[in-house]
Nanobody, 113 residues
Framework: QVQLVESGGGLVQPGGSLRLSCTASGIIFNIVTMGWYRQVPGKQRDLVADITSTGSIRYGDSVKGRFAISRDNAKNTVYLQMNSLKPEDTAVYYC???????WGQGTQVTVSS
């Protein structure tokens, strides 16, 4: 079965950086699109970024120019580098494989002084 394990969340000051990681198992990683979504209480999950098997990337409008998604197929891992963080980036961040509607457990990111 598909498993996704996220790590790297935490508390950071505005303007700071964090890198999230998501390691997948139970799939042929290099042929699937991987994505990051985020959710705040009472709101729907929104796309942060996704990356296809060929490296095509999409970003949500609110993170363009600040976040970068990448993948390491040898490690079955997708990364989200988050720079210039703002308080409004505070959310639970989820890793996903859209093709299988599989989701990780989520990792909390809090941006606060």
């Amino acid at each position: 079965q598909v498993q996704l394990v996220e790590s790297g969340g935490g508390l950071v000051q505005p303007g700071g950086s964090l890198r999230l990681s998501c390691t997948a198992s139970g799939i042929i990683f290099n042929i699937v699109t991987m994505g990051w979504y985020r959710q705040v209480p009472g709101k729907q999950r929104d796309l942060v970024a996704d990356i296809t098997s060929t490296g095509s990337i999409r970003y949500g409008d609110s993170v363009k120019g600040r976040f970068a998604i990448s993948r390491d197929n040898a490690k079955n891992t997708v990364y989200l580098q988050m720079n210039s963080l703002k308080p409004e980036d505070t959310a639970v961040y989820y890793c996903t494989i859209p093709r299988f509607d599989s989701w990780g457990q989520g990792t909390q990111v809090t941006v606060s002084s």
